[in-house]
């Protein structure tokens, strides 16, 4: 399908109008202001110092991603400083280095000087492929190689219509239809088609001078996550130190060379755009950053904790920087477990469950090996620590990795290292009833724990009762404990070189004009 044209192309294009012809004026009305010093991209040097503040989340999805493009994960902020040098009346101004995944929609311009006003802003969007670019010089002059009857030919014109193939207005007044061509060249291309995005806007001045702006806008590519080194202490008891950092991922494509950086531990709700483009890409560089000697300061943000990194720091592209978040904290108290956790899902059903499959699994079950600590200033720690990943060690060795989530203050942290070599559990389901009249359900399980160690162990079982919200265990070989609202959990003592058998039996209840 051939693109249409306006009236005024196509009378330029039959008319073979020449390479040399102005192109269109951006704002005939708005002249284009000088930048004291030049307007630069984050990519170099800013005018000042920029505020860039990014939010935890979509760390792990952003590590794979190898090209910067509009809605990619992550989410930042930026606040980049601006300055021009403005005529009286209106100007035009614009910032390149704009980062492939801003939300340009959302991007604000604000004048710091008096008289001056912002009237309007408009983005140009890189080019995304050849479409882009025929799209854009449809009424300018292209040369196009292509074959015919085994020979190689060039033809020179005004480009017309694009689509199934290339239309041409040749200087002789020919209209000229190309099927299939090797390749075609754009006349002055690099002034007619924009080589980056870019950001412009119309400036009214009271008068003329030098004016500051401040260019704030969110964008994609740039996550954190924390990283937690967790050490035991060799001897009796159980104290650990431990070592908190963050890991800020950059792949949008721009550096940030001179930028003062927040970390937000907090995922706000955001609205995920209808479609994606395809941008430049960039190279990869994963870069380390030494640790800063100064820890960030910890505040809070709305529902959030945010933490600012003393001085600046540079954030490049395709890098990981390590940026410390508190000092090393030793002595905290903390308790060995093994843990069997039956799974089963973790939400409340809107009625009762009759399915039997609802039970978790069963048959042989891990029994990981935990480290839980109270974070409480009673146990020598007590601070929200932000979502991300934690190394286990004991002494030299190394126990295992751990996946945690945002734990706020008071809360338990539990670090689950690794399977137990010499613990094994198996699971299994002895009975299940269904009483309509009664409204009851009544599930009964038998969980055999064996220990292989020359030593005596206690592992802690967690059953997930997922069928309703109204449950009680009526009886137990080891009493039970409320550990939640869908679970409950056993202490249990198996023998060196032993096992322990646990059985119980839970029954549900509905009230009455509840419908399973």
Request: glycine share 10%; charged share 20%.
């Given at each position: 399908?051939?693109?249409?044209?306006?009236?005024?192309?196509?009378?330029?294009?039959?008319?073979?109008?020449?390479?040399?012809?102005?192109a269109?004026?951006?704002?005939?009305?708005?002249p284009?202001?000088?930048?004291?010093p030049?307007?630069?991209?984050?990519?170099?040097?800013?005018?000042?110092?920029t505020?860039?503040?990014v939010?935890?989340?979509d760390?792990?999805?952003?590590?794979g991603?190898d090209i910067?493009?509009?809605?990619?994960?992550?989410?930042?902020?930026?606040?980049?400083?601006?300055?021009?040098?403005?005529?009286?009346?209106?100007?035009?101004?614009?910032?390149?280095?704009?980062?492939?995944?801003?939300?340009?929609?959302?991007?604000?311009?604000?004048?710091?000087?008096a008289?001056?006003?912002?009237e309007?802003?408009?983005?140009?969007a890189?080019?995304?492929g050849?479409?882009?670019?025929?799209?854009?010089?449809?009424?300018?002059?292209?040369?196009?190689?292509?074959?015919?009857?085994?020979?190689k030919?060039?033809?020179?014109?005004?480009?017309?219509?694009a689509?199934?193939g290339?239309?041409?207005?040749?200087?002789?007044?020919?209209?000229?239809v190309?099927?299939e061509?090797?390749?075609?060249?754009?006349?002055?291309?690099?002034?007619?088609?924009?080589q980056?995005?870019?950001?412009?806007?119309?400036?009214?001045a009271g008068?003329?001078?030098d004016?500051?702006?401040?260019?704030?806008?969110?964008?994609?590519?740039l996550?954190?996550?924390?990283?937690?080194?967790?050490?035991?202490?060799?001897g009796?008891?159980?104290?650990?130190?431990?070592?908190?950092?963050?890991?800020?991922a950059?792949?949008?494509?721009?550096?940030?060379?001179?930028?003062?950086?927040?970390l937000?531990?907090?995922e706000?709700?955001?609205v995920?755009p209808?479609?994606?483009y395809?941008?430049?890409?960039?190279?990869?560089?994963?870069?380390a950053?030494?640790?800063?000697?100064?820890?960030?300061?910890?505040r809070?943000?709305?529902?959030?904790?945010a933490?600012?990194?003393?001085?600046?720091?540079?954030?490049?592209?395709g890098?990981t920087?390590?940026?410390?978040?508190?000092?090393?904290?030793?002595?905290?108290?903390?308790?060995?477990?093994y843990?069997?956790?039956?799974?089963?899902p973790?939400?409340e059903?809107?009625r009762?469950?009759?399915d039997?499959?609802?039970?978790?699994?069963?048959?042989?079950l891990?029994?990981?090996?935990?480290?839980?600590?109270?974070?409480?200033?009673?146990?020598g720690?007590?601070?929200?620590l932000?979502?991300?990943?934690?190394?286990?060690?004991?002494?030299?060795?190394?126990?295992?990795?751990?996946?945690?989530?945002?734990?706020?203050?008071g809360?338990?942290?539990?670090?689950?290292?690794?399977?137990?070599?010499?613990?094994?559990?198996?699971?299994e389901?002895t009975?299940?009833n269904?009483?309509r009249?009664?409204?009851?359900?009544?599930?009964?399980?038998?969980?055999?724990?064996?220990?292989?160690?020359?030593?005596?162990?206690?592992?802690?079982?967690?059953?997930?009762l997922?069928?309703?919200?109204?449950?009680?265990?009526?009886?137990?070989?080891?009493p039970?404990?409320?550990?939640?609202?869908?679970h409950?959990?056993?202490t249990v003592?198996?023998?060196?070189?032993?096992?322990t058998r646990?059985t119980?039996?839970?029954?549900?209840?509905?009230p009455?004009?509840?419908?399973p």
């Open positions: 399908m051939h693109r249409s044209l306006s009236l005024l192309a196509v009378a330029c294009a039959l008319a073979g109008c020449s390479s040399e012809a102005p269109p004026a951006r704002d005939a009305a708005a284009a202001a000088t930048p004291v030049a307007p630069r991209g984050d990519s170099d040097e800013p005018t000042g110092t505020r860039l503040t939010y935890s989340g760390y792990a999805a952003l590590a991603v910067a493009q509009p809605g990619m994960p992550g989410y930042a902020l930026v606040e980049r400083p601006l300055h021009y040098s403005l005529k009286e009346g209106l100007n035009t101004v614009s910032a390149t280095g704009v980062p492939p995944a801003i939300d340009a929609e959302a991007a604000v311009l604000r004048a710091q000087s008289g001056v006003t912002v309007s802003q408009r983005y140009v890189p080019l995304t050849s479409g882009d670019v025929t799209a854009q010089v449809i009424g300018q002059r292209v040369t196009v190689e292509h074959t015919a009857g085994g020979a030919q060039t033809d020179t014109g005004t480009l017309v219509a689509g199934e290339l239309t041409l207005a040749l200087p002789d007044g020919r209209i000229k190309i099927r061509y090797d390749s075609f060249s754009v006349i002055d291309g690099t002034r007619l088609l924009p980056h995005a870019e950001l412009q806007w119309t400036v009214r008068s003329g001078g004016a500051d702006f401040v260019l704030s806008y969110p964008m994609g590519g996550a954190w996550r924390a990283e937690y080194l967790a050490t035991i202490a060799e009796e008891g159980c104290r650990l130190s431990l070592d908190g950092a963050a890991m800020v950059n792949r949008a494509g721009v550096t940030f060379s001179d930028a003062s950086l927040t937000v531990a907090g706000p709700n955001r995920q209808e479609r994606r395809m941008a430049r890409g960039y190279a990869q560089d994963a870069v950053a030494a640790p800063a000697p100064e820890m960030a300061v910890r809070g943000s709305g529902e959030y904790h933490y600012d990194v003393p001085g600046t720091t540079a954030v490049r592209a890098s920087e390590r940026v410390p978040l508190f000092a090393r904290v030793d002595g905290v108290a903390c308790e060995r477990a843990v069997v956790d039956a799974g089963g973790d939400w059903p809107p009762p469950l009759l039997p499959g609802f039970r978790g699994e069963t048959g042989d891990p029994v990981t090996a935990a480290v839980s600590i109270q974070n409480t200033e009673e146990a720690l007590g601070q929200p932000p979502a991300g990943r934690a190394r286990v060690q004991e002494g030299g060795e190394f126990l295992g990795e751990s996946t945690l989530g945002h734990t706020p203050a809360a338990e942290l539990r670090f689950e290292v690794g399977t137990a070599f010499d613990l094994t559990a198996r699971r389901a009975g299940f269904v009483d009249g009664g409204r009851t359900i009544t599930e009964s399980f038998a969980i055999t724990l064996a220990n292989a160690k020359d030593t005596d162990a206690t592992i802690n079982v967690v059953e997930p997922p069928r309703w919200s109204d449950w009680e265990v009526v009886s137990s070989s080891v039970a404990e409320r550990r939640d609202a869908r409950a959990e056993f003592a198996v023998p060196a070189g032993g096992e646990l119980y039996t839970v029954r549900y209840r509905w009455e004009g509840v419908t």
